[in-house]
């Protein structure tokens, strides 16, 4: 019997004990449209199963516990140390455990890779309109994911109980002890009492491995399933429309495209993993307040608030009798809470701002939509400030610079920076706009130069294909909302206060190069 | 919009390009043969990893270029894991792109809103529901269950009350006494002003009766950084330089910030930094923040000698040490 005959036996026997012969029927001809972008999404569900595997591998050595031992293990310079028994299991997981170090590595790799490819794929979503209508749910799961993904991470490296880890947790607890009024209560409940007790490693031991892999599973499903009812988008050009979905077949194209390449995200943590030293918490040594290591640093998803917080101004109030610390309360909860919720209603107040409520599929090029790429590269620009200053010591060990002069550059980058990436990312794209135009009408430049017969040198221009010139101007350019501020007496309407900030971002947003028309094309013909 | 313009026009999905193995047997053999090595280096990666499992001890180092040395074990088995894993994927992906169909198919989208008059039951039969449970007549019902659910959402809260005690005023109490000794860290040996040349940095401790077993949340709040320097560098009010003990001072090292140990002490500019968030501390001016996030100078600890000469906190900390907390000032 051929390998075909046997599946299709595979197939009769599932549809005779559930019926699911239509479902399996459409579902497995579903269509993928295909674009390396579109892998970011992959690679970090990819990730999140290379993590489940690896961290499970780790529990079964893995002691969450704070209870104090003597190291009596392999590794000489901590030889009669007093440490913790996490701390104590980790180096038994590192050195005794053979392929424990790799899978430690693979762990921590496939962490740092997991919230990259995140990251990598939220932007591939906001530069390209993704999150509109009927995306913004998704687009909500996905902002949840992100922030789901900082705080397992950083719990995940709190676990070993080195030096390092330590001083992050020392860093958690005191942005939890500055919260007004409730802090220092909050605190002693996490912890079990004063810092930093036995209890707080078996707590968010449980809470890494049980709660948050619970709730990553539970919205990663929402998320695939919600891409997989509304049908994923795609790029504009010749033959795709907002109707249609054109790619490759579930199967068997993309099951053996999706399913290799998980096998390809694994084998690349696993090379960085067998050749890339991460997180040696040996050299660390075991937690203890009194001491620090030079150049501590969170892992860099971290990075950002941990820059925001080195940045703050020495601010702190003291109202009868009470203090509130600004220097940790603003970078540590009010700024993230507001950029992340920002980032999370950002496809409403877009929605808002063009009035467009129509569903979308067909994915913009970054260019066509100036104002919004401009937003994200302000974004992009912000973060990266932060990131430097999280890193300025380093920064400033390796390249001989003054850690208060890159704080000071920072401090002031931080509100100087951002807006110029905006202007700057606007004007980009309105010039690729531009250039599109030159190059639908004109055609593209060959690099042939033709002498007149009056000695006139000019470059011969030769047409761009139909499809190229169709990707080129097939993007809606809508006009700007216009709200009345005022109604037919001349009187100013209620909200006309919101109608013309409305307006405006709306002006804002619609800024656009026209784009070449077919009627363009015929005049410049004749 | 813009329809009155007319848009210059789609000209289709282009035509299908056949790949050389989709008409040539020949080369669909050949793409074949490829996907099977493909298959195979995966096999010989497994075989590496096993045998460096197996066979290779983990204290053997080889010297690789670039890399330098490397611990052969470790290396086998990351090697061999990755060669396996990535070279399944590759077989995987090199079968897709060269055997399978590589024609674009067309699916069609509908938009997701429902027929109106799906639309227009749907509404009507969630109002309908509503009505029928008199949710908008009933407002005593509607009002005990928000107030019900609203309280039960207490519950859990209050379960977990016992997750730790009362934080009371622990935060603002440490070991240090009048008349406690300080001892060095580590090795809990009491010391004299004469063990700590100009220019020198100690971290002591409060001398507890059983230093084997000192708890790390007192090291939290306990630990001390003392330095000296000639009595004429400080620049000190006299309350400050009486706390001081021939030219040696003891501050906190627990940072004021966010709790790191500020343990980077610059010599020359006698400034003191915290690794977290780089707070730089003045120690001729009692700890005085002169860079950085952190609001107010390290707490200073009174010194002075018992009758043996041995050094002895003369007061507790006259503040609570450590990052700020709301209720910090209230007592």
């Known amino acids: ?526 | 919009m813009s329809n009155e313009i007319e848009a210059i026009k789609d000209p289709g999905l282009p035509a299908h390009v056949h790949r050389k193995a989709d008409h040539d047997p020949v080369a669909a053999k050949r793409a074949e043969r490829q996907v099977a090595i493909l298959f195979g280096i995966s096999a010989l990666g497994t075989l590496l990893l096993i045998f460096s499992y197996s066979f290779i001890p983990d204290d053997v180092f080889i010297f690789i270029p670039v890399m330098g040395e490397q611990n052969a074990h470790q290396l086998g088995l990351g090697l061999g894991m990755a060669i396996s894993l990535f070279f399944i994927g590759m077989g995987a992906i090199h079968w897709a792109k060269t055997l399978m169909p590589d024609q674009e198919v067309i699916a069609h989208r509908h938009e997701f809103r429902s027929p109106d008059s799906d639309r227009k039951e749907f509404v009507q039969a969630v109002k309908d529901g509503a009505g029928a449970a008199g949710l908008g007549r009933r407002s005593l019902i509607k009002r005990s269950l928000g107030a019900a659910l609203g309280l039960s959402a207490l519950s859990p809260i209050l379960l977990l009350r016992d997750l730790g005690p009362l934080p009371g005023n622990e935060l603002e109490k440490t070991t240090w006494k009048a008349g406690t000794h300080l001892v060095t860290d580590p090795g809990n040996r009491r010391i004299k002003a004469s063990d700590l040349e100009v220019g020198a940095v100690a971290q002591v401790l409060p001398e507890i009766e059983d230093p084997e077993h000192r708890h790390l949340s007192d090291i939290a709040k306990d630990a001390v950084l003392l330095i000296r320097l000639r009595p004429d560098e400080f620049n000190l009010d006299a309350d400050r330089l009486a706390m001081t003990h021939e030219g040696i001072i003891a501050f906190s090292k627990i940072c004021s910030h966010m709790g790191c140990a500020v343990a980077l002490y610059e010599q020359q500019t006698k400034h003191l930094l915290c690794p977290c968030h780089q707070s730089t501390f003045d120690v001729t001016r009692a700890a005085k923040v002169i860079f950085g996030p952190a609001a107010r100078p390290l707490p200073q600890l009174d010194i002075t000698v018992d009758g043996e000469g041995y050094l002895v906190a003369r007061n507790p900390f006259s503040e609570p040490v450590g990052p700020s907390f709301w209720e910090r000032d209230s007592r």
């Not at chain 1, 203090?323 to 940790?328: M, P, Y």
């Open chain 1, 1 to 526: 019997m051929t390998a075909e005959a046997r599946l299709g036996q595979v197939a009769n026997y599932v549809d005779e004990r559930t019926g699911a012969a239509a479902w399996m029927k459409k579902n497995l001809q579903k269509v993928f449209p295909d674009h390396w972008s579109f892998l970011l999404g992959e690679v970090a569900l990819y990730s999140f199963i290379i993590l489940l595997l690896s961290g499970t591998f780790l529990t079964f050595w893995f002691d969450p516990s704070q209870r104090e031992v003597i190291y009596e293990g392999s590794y000489a310079p901590l030889e009669g140390i007093k440490m913790s028994a996490a701390y104590a299991s980790t180096l038994h997981i590192s050195f005794e455990v053979r392929g424990g170090l790799l899978m430690r590595q693979i762990h921590h790799w496939a962490a740092l890779i997991f919230m990259a490819a995140i990251v990598a794929h939220l932007m591939r979503v906001f530069f390209t309109g993704a999150f509109r209508k009927p995306r913004e749910g998704n687009w909500i799961i996905g902002v949840g994911l992100l922030t789901l993904g900082i705080v397992e991470g950083f719990l995940g490296y709190s676990l070993p109980d080195d030096l390092l880890s330590g001083t992050g947790i020392r860093i958690a607890e005191a942005i939890i002890q500055a919260i007004p009024v409730v802090g220092s209560y909050l605190a002693y409940f996490a912890f079990g009492g004063a810092f930093p007790g036995e209890a707080f490693i078996p707590r968010i031991y449980t809470v890494h491995v049980l709660l948050l892999p619970g709730a990553f599973l539970a919205l990663i499903t929402a998320h695939l399933m919600l891409v997989w009812y509304q049908k994923h988008t795609q790029y504009p050009g010749p033959g795709r429309t907002e109707k249609n979905v054109v790619g490759y077949p579930l199967m068997p194209v993309y099951m053996a495209k999706a399913g290799g390449f998980f096998f390809i995200v694994f084998g690349v943590i696993a090379f960085l993993s067998a050749v890339a030293s991460i997180n040696p918490i040996w050299l660390y040594g075991p937690y203890t307040p009194g001491q620090i290591s030079a150049g501590s640093q969170p892992d860099w998803y971290m990075g950002w608030l941990d820059g925001l917080v080195r940045m703050a101004p020495p601010l702190e109030s003291h109202y009868f009798g009470y203090t509130v610390s600004w220097n940790i309360l603003i970078p540590g909860l009010i700024v993230p809470g507001i950029l992340f919720t920002g980032m999370a209603l950002y496809p409403f107040i877009e929605s808002w701002i063009t009035g467009d409520k129509r569903e979308h599929h067909l994915l913009d090029r970054p260019r066509n939509a100036p104002n919004r790429t401009a937003l994200g590269a302000m974004s992009i620009t912000f973060m990266i400030v932060a990131l430097i200053n999280g890193g300025n010591d380093l920064i400033a060990t390796h390249f001989d610079l003054s850690i208060n002069q890159i704080m000071w550059g920072t401090r002031f980058g931080i509100f100087i920076l951002p807006p110029i990436a905006f202007v700057v990312t606007k004007r980009l794209c309105l010039s690729l706009q531009r250039a599109d135009r030159e190059l639908v009408l004109h055609g593209r430049e060959t690099g042939r130069l033709l002498r007149l017969p009056h000695g006139e040198f000019v470059e011969v221009h030769e047409p761009i294909s139909p499809e190229k010139a169709y990707l080129l101007t097939s993007h809606e350019q809508a006009p700007a909302l216009e709200l009345p501020e005022v109604d037919g007496r001349g009187v100013k309407r209620a909200g006309a206060i919101r109608n013309k900030i409305r307006s405006r971002m709306s002006v804002a947003h619609s800024e656009a190069i026209p784009k070449v028309s077919a009627d363009d094309l015929k005049e410049i013909e004749h």
